[in-house]
């Protein structure tokens, strides 16, 4: 069984190297709507899935890191980035261009990694993410599976190349999640993320 949790942001960006001089050229923005497809064989003790409040805290923070932010891309001009940052106080700086395709990797990756680190405290069962789906428009969209998030040849993406701004990480409940995210080798309580 599939579910799905829909999330928003407002982001702006410049895709390089991309065939349209208006997006390769020019800061731009959207308004994203991201899902989050997660897929279990089971039920919980609810008869659930996974309890959407648990989405709540840990990956609605990481996704909403991207509101009101601009998202760069770490091979830009050095120039570029460092105005970027100098003016905006909230930035994520990712090891690939920030189009829709490269969204749903890196998003996949992150709600992959909370997942992981989660102790399932209600029956949940053989819970993953089925997929990301990055709605760019209101008519174009990408979706990313495991496979795209982990291909080599789309771009390696390691976790610890994002890049939080510390404004973003001072407004998460604990500033010190995506530390304890790329760090913790055991589980954690899903109340606590």
Not at 71 to 83: A, M, N
Not at 134 to 152: L, N
Not at 171 to 193: A, C, R
Request: glycine letters at 4%; a negative charge.
């Amino acid at each position: 069984m599939l579910i799905r949790k829909l999330f928003k942001f407002e982001n702006a960006h410049i895709v390089r190297d991309c065939t349209t001089q208006r997006c390769s050229e020019n800061i731009h923005g959207h308004s994203y709507k991201i899902e989050v497809l997660l897929e279990s064989n089971y039920l919980d003790d609810g008869q659930m899935v996974y309890d959407f409040g648990l989405t709540k805290r840990t990956i609605k923070e990481l996704i909403d890191s991207f509101d009101h932010a601009i998202t760069l891309w770490s091979k830009d001009d050095i120039g570029y980035i460092q105005s970027m940052k100098t003016h905006s106080k909230r930035w994520i700086e990712l090891p690939v261009s920030p189009s829709a395709e490269q969204f749903s990797r890196v998003i996949y990756l992150i709600v992959e990694r909370v997942i992981a680190c989660t102790i399932m405290q209600n029956g949940e069962k053989d819970v993953k993410l089925h997929s990301i789906i990055v709605h760019e428009t209101e008519t174009g969209y990408a979706q990313g599976f495991a496979q795209d998030a982990h291909s080599v040849l789309m771009g390696k993406i390691a976790l610890e190349d994002i890049k939080f701004s510390p404004q973003i990480q001072s407004e998460w409940s604990d500033s010190d999640v995506w530390e304890k995210l790329l760090t913790f080798t055991g589980m954690i309580n899903p109340q606590s993320v």
